[in-house]
């Protein structure tokens, strides 16, 4: 087996990919293979290519002539501006499936992102993982990650479940939804602030950063989504006052290429001061019409122990399609 290196963009290096992603059992939005077959390769393959041409740092082993191994990793900008600490995210670690010591080739490729992250000063590093690959959530145990969280996967298919066949949720009265505007954006970051305080995501869940920090990452999202980062914003007003907000992402450019084209429920909050009233599935619902007139699917993870959501998503027809754990190492 060949010494792991780094690498850089070269036709021969794409086609020889192509192998390896296709025998992959953990291609990215997998519950699609029965709809888009090879559709999800091709798409897979070409975001590999675009991170070797731009910024992603990728490292591969090899048996022979053929790629057995490959691990990506790429900055988080966004996340470290926000939690005051560099920060990096293992993009894919893939592994052939056909060679016995599939153990060793995990760890060569853990270790030289470890030494890269090192080299380029990153403090934090995430990974995260299928629930079923034992195999990769073993290497980064090893390694000295720690498992953060876990995610259920969501999707509302609008070809099984048409929008006309699901109970539309009732608004209560004195309840409107609209767009959010700029003038709302304060609001909606207390809201992000009090319905997020008690969270139990990877960040409330990290030792190195407390509740402040964690919750402000949460605060900052919301700002981003109203200046560029969503495509919709959506807003609940009761009594006059903004009670929450869920945020909408339309297909890619290059997941619109799909013979399934899957929209994304980025993330969605009510204030606790407005719980049970039926908002967050008001909210869901008309995110759903939004993107319904441009995907076929919509995608929304949630934590595997948020229990009000999964309630809300099952009334809205969606369902749990995969789940994922969230890994991360601190460097300094």
């Known amino acids: 087996m060949s010494k792991i290196e780094s690498i850089s963009y070269t036709d021969d290096l794409y086609n020889g990919l192509r192998n390896l992603l296709s025998d992959s059992q953990y291609k990215p939005y997998r519950y699609l293979h029965r709809y888009v077959g090879d559709e999800l390769v091709d798409m897979w393959q070409d975001i590999i290519a675009d991170l070797l041409r731009e910024e992603g740092n990728i490292f591969t082993q090899t048996l022979g002539s053929e790629i057995v191994g490959i691990v990506v990793c790429q900055d988080r900008s966004w996340e470290s501006d926000v939690i005051g600490h560099k920060a990096a995210e293992i993009k894919y670690l893939i592994t052939s499936k056909k060679i016995n010591n599939e153990d060793i080739v995990l760890d060569h490729l853990l270790e030289q992102s470890i030494e890269w992250a090192q080299r380029h000063e990153i403090h934090y590093l995430l990974c995260k993982t299928n629930c079923d690959n034992i195999q990769s959530a073993n290497a980064l145990e090893k390694k000295g990650f720690l498992l953060t969280d876990t995610l259920l996967d969501y999707v509302y298919d609008m070809k099984k479940d048409p929008l006309e066949n699901i109970t539309i949720p009732p608004l209560y009265n004195g309840v409107t939804l609209r767009h959010a505007v700029p003038d709302d ?10 319905a997020f305080s008690t969270h139990f995501g990877r960040f409330h869940q990290d030792d190195r950063l ?8 949460y605060e900052e999202w919301i700002k981003a989504s109203c200046t560029g980062y969503a495509d919709w914003v959506v807003v609940a007003e009761m009594n006059g006052c903004i009670a929450g907000y869920s945020v909408w992402k339309k297909p890619s ?7 399934k084209r899957i929209g994304h429920y980025s993330i969605g909050a009510v204030h606790p001061d407005f719980a049970g009233h039926g908002l967050f599935s008001s909210l869901t619902y008309r995110g759903m019409q939004h993107l319904s007139t441009c995907s076929d699917c919509i995608e929304g993870p949630t ?4 229990y009000g959501v999964q309630k809300a998503y099952s009334r809205l027809a969606w369902r749990i399609c995969d789940a994922r754990h969230s890994f991360r190492l601190w460097l300094s």
């Open 210 to 217: 407390d509740n402040k920090r964690a919750t402000h990452v």
């Open 253 to 259: 450019p290059r997941e619109k290429k799909l013979s």
């Open 185 to 194: 954006i304060e609001a909606l970051v207390s809201v992000a602030q009090a």
């Open 303 to 306: 934590h595997i122990n948020n």
